[in-house]
């Protein structure tokens, strides 16, 4: 018996197999119901005066209806051990990207990978981009885990809904200690759950894995392909896209005096091809309330809380990494900080320096500070203690005004490069194994160098910006002079009236005075803090003068002059040489930045630099000429003043 909603007839051709197969057969609401995929050249429809059920051997009558189920969800299945190779995994990104082209807007598309081992790389998702940047990540290696691969892939396409699985594989499992029993609990996982599998059986005619592979195939009515080209796989990948378009439901009311697990049928023709179907359905019962795997478009429905998958939304990665990098920053900032000094504590120490007395000697530890703390910026004291650019690197801190130890900014430097490996196991983890290794290192070198640029930076602006102000000062000093002031006290003015740095530096010099070191030995020692040529000349004039005699303050009026024309000149160069400059930073710029884009919009495109070996010594070669390209352009848009 037949009732329900016709369906439009449909000629097919009466050679024309057609291959029908059941799924999502559950009862709910005293009404069980399914889905039939079909699979035909001329796509054939299911005659609706053919389909019958039986129900615990009693004759129910059917409905069936052409509309498409409202729950679709597909897992694509990948083998990326290491038999598939290069060239086999291109085969894979080209039919998955024909594939989702195909399938329809409707149908949830996630990603199972299987080498060594095996997981879900991405929840079911109507994100096609999403699912294509995830397969364009996968690479070749390692052994073959199909078994647990397609146990992981029916637990991640959740209980409810019509599931489907596209499988690709080229060889059996070669991980399963007992491979007869791990062949059994994934057959039984796809029964038991009603998920439909079409496998595509690539390059290999081992009888283990064809064995395995009919198993899959014929659990709930799939279909295999063998495919030993491009052009098969994605012919294979398409039809069982096309297949999602052919498909129908039923349902069936329960008799009232049926419960419990019953016997089920239904039987029924498609186009000149008959099919019958046997399964037991437990009916009767409250159904269970089942939740589902949250994809990453689960927020649109607001039903559930979505999981965050990092290839769905580039921007996550993004800001997954920012908030790691804060995270980190803020440790060592905590561990740190009891260990950095007040400006009090500072300009004690700077004192101490010179006074060699008891009560400046530095203060334990306070009582608050950590143990690991003292523990860990101890050792960084240790090891650059003895190092020979530990003196440069306390220089440069000095010279930026920066309260950290040799210890301290050892651990900076650290962080910085545990930051940026983890930044690259981000983005770069579907190169290969080699590649991957190599692009962490790379990144973990240039993030440990990272914070040295960047004291290097800050050294050299305050230097710059007290350079600046140094003519202003030299002539605040004159000024001072002549109105009948020592040099010590005009030194004092300057320290309390000029703008910083100078103040700072002056006011530190003038502490040495204070505690019996010479007025030139002081501003010495701060010309060699600042690494300043223009005040080494203004102390080799105070010498002179002291030694020989004259106007202090026409001597340095005259050189704070010399110090203005220098560096009205160097500002004229600076000028001159601007265009020169701006063609260097965009030529270096150029590169990078296009690498950058290509790598977020067309990373199938520019990954051919990491997954082939041409590739490699094309990317290799690449960076030497950019390296080298830069020095050269350094040296030829760089004039000394």
């Given at each position: 018996m037949l009732s329900g909603v016709a369906l439009a007839p449909g000629a097919a051709v009466a050679a024309d197999p057609v291959d029908v197969s059941i799924s999502d057969v559950r009862a709910v609401d005293g009404r069980v119901s399914g889905v039939l995929t079909l699979r035909s050249v001329s796509q054939a429809q299911v005659d609706p005066g053919s389909v019958e059920g039986t129900l615990g051997g009693v004759s129910v009558p059917v409905a069936v209806s052409q509309e498409p189920p409202v729950n679709r969800a597909a897992m694509l299945v990948i083998d990326t051990s290491g038999s598939m190779g290069l060239e086999g995994m291109a085969t894979v990104r080209a039919a998955v990207r024909d594939y989702l082209k195909q399938v329809p807007g409707d149908v949830k598309v996630g990603v199972t990978s299987f080498a060594n081992t095996a997981g879900v790389d991405l929840a079911p998702t109507t994100n096609r981009k999403a699912a294509q940047r995830v397969v364009d990540g996968l690479a070749s290696r390692g052994d073959t885990s199909l078994y647990q691969g397609m146990v992981s892939a029916v637990e991640g396409l959740g209980k409810v809904g019509d599931r489907s699985i596209v499988l690709l594989s080229d060889g059996a499992d070669t991980v399963a200690a007992e491979p007869s029993a791990a062949l059994n609990k994934a057959t039984s996982a796809l029964l038991r759950e009603g998920v439909r599998v079409d496998v595509v059986r690539f390059r290999t005619d081992d009888p283990e894995a064809t064995s395995a592979l009919k198993a899959f195939a014929s659990s709930n009515g799939g279909v295999m392909v063998a495919a030993d080209d491009p052009a098969a796989v994605?012919?294979?990948?398409?039809?069982?896209?096309?297949?999602?378009?052919?498909?129908?439901?039923?349902?069936?009311?329960?008799?009232?005096?049926?419960?419990?697990?019953?016997?089920?049928?239904?039987?029924?023709?498609?186009?000149?091809?008959?099919?019958?179907?046997?399964?037991?359905?437990?009916?009767?019962?409250?159904?269970?309330?089942?939740?589902?795997?949250?994809?990453?478009?689960?927020?649109?429905?607001?039903?559930?809380?979505?999981?965050?998958?990092?290839?769905?939304?580039?921007?996550?990665?993004?800001?997954?990494?920012?908030?790691?990098?804060?995270?980190?920053?803020?440790?060592?900032?905590?561990?740190?900080?009891?260990?950095?000094?007040?400006?009090?504590?500072?300009?004690?120490?700077?004192?101490?320096?010179?006074?060699?007395?008891?009560?400046?000697?530095?203060?334990?530890?306070?009582?608050?500070?950590?143990?690991?703390?003292?523990?860990?910026?101890?050792?960084?004291?240790?090891?650059?203690?003895?190092?020979?650019?530990?003196?440069?690197?306390?220089?440069?801190?000095?010279?930026?005004?920066?309260?950290?130890?040799?210890?301290?900014?050892?651990?900076?430097?650290?962080?910085?490069?545990?930051?940026?490996?983890?930044?690259?196991?981000?983005?770069?983890?579907?190169?290969?194994?080699?590649?991957?290794?190599?692009?962490?290192?790379?990144?973990?070198?240039?993030?440990?160098?990272?914070?040295?640029?960047?004291?290097?930076?800050?050294?050299?602006?305050?230097?710059?910006?007290?350079?600046?102000?140094?003519?202003?000062?030299?002539?605040?000093?004159?000024?001072?002079?002549?109105?009948?002031?020592?040099?010590?006290?005009?030194?004092?003015?300057?320290?309390?009236?000029?703008?910083?740095?100078?103040?700072?530096?002056?006011?530190?010099?003038?502490?040495?005075?204070?505690?019996?070191?010479?007025?030139?030995?002081?501003?010495?020692?701060?010309?060699?803090?600042?690494?300043?040529?223009?005040?080494?000349?203004?102390?080799?004039?105070?010498?002179?003068?002291?030694?020989?005699?004259?106007?202090?303050?026409?001597?340095?009026?005259?050189?704070?002059?010399?110090?203005?024309?220098?560096?009205?000149?160097?500002?004229?160069?600076?000028?001159?040489?601007?265009?020169?400059?701006?063609?260097a930073y965009i030529l270096i710029a150029l590169p990078i930045g296009l690498f950058l884009y290509l790598f977020a919009s067309n990373r199938e495109y520019i990954q051919v630099l990491w997954t082939d070996p041409l590739g490699l010594i094309m990317l290799a070669f690449g960076v030497v000429l950019l390296v080298v390209g830069i020095f050269w352009m350094r040296k030829v848009v760089r004039i000394e003043v």
């Open positions: 994605s012919d294979a990948f398409q039809a069982s896209a096309t297949a999602l378009d052919s498909q129908v439901q039923f349902v069936m009311d329960v008799p009232a005096a049926l419960s419990g697990a019953q016997p089920f049928t239904l039987t029924g023709r498609a186009g000149e091809t008959s099919f019958e179907f046997r399964r037991s359905v437990a009916v009767g019962a409250v159904a269970p309330v089942v939740e589902e795997p949250a994809s990453a478009d689960a927020a649109e429905t607001g039903l559930a809380l979505p999981r965050i998958e990092a290839a769905d939304e580039p921007w996550l990665i993004w800001a997954a990494a920012g908030l790691m990098a804060l995270a980190l920053f803020g440790v060592v900032f905590a561990l740190t900080q009891p260990s950095l000094h007040s400006k009090r504590e500072r300009r004690i120490a700077s004192v101490a320096v010179y006074a060699g007395a008891e009560q400046f000697q530095k203060q334990p530890a306070k009582a608050q500070q950590a143990a690991i703390t003292g523990h860990m910026v101890a050792a960084g004291d240790r090891f650059m203690q003895d190092r020979k650019s530990t003196k440069t690197t306390l220089a440069l801190i000095d010279r930026a005004d920066l309260s950290f130890r040799a210890g301290e900014w050892l651990l900076i430097r650290l962080v910085s490069a545990l930051v940026a490996a983890a930044l690259m196991m981000l983005l770069a983890g579907g190169a290969q194994f080699l590649v991957f290794v190599a692009l962490c290192s790379a990144t973990a070198a240039a993030g440990f160098l990272l914070p040295q640029l960047v004291l290097r930076f800050l050294a050299a602006h305050r230097a710059k910006k007290f350079e600046r102000v140094l003519p202003d000062v030299l002539t605040l000093v004159a000024t001072s002079l002549r109105s009948g002031f020592g040099l010590p006290q005009a030194l004092d003015a300057v320290a309390r009236d000029a703008a910083e740095p100078a103040a700072k530096e002056f006011s530190r010099a003038l502490a040495e005075t204070r505690i019996g070191t010479d007025v030139p030995d002081a501003l010495d020692h701060m010309a060699e803090r600042m690494d300043s040529t223009s005040l080494r000349w203004a102390v080799m004039a105070i010498r002179i003068q002291r030694e020989v005699g004259g106007n202090l303050a026409d001597t340095l009026r005259t050189t704070a002059a010399t110090l203005r024309e220098r560096e009205s000149l160097h500002r004229m160069v600076k000028s001159l040489s601007a265009e020169g400059r701006l063609s």
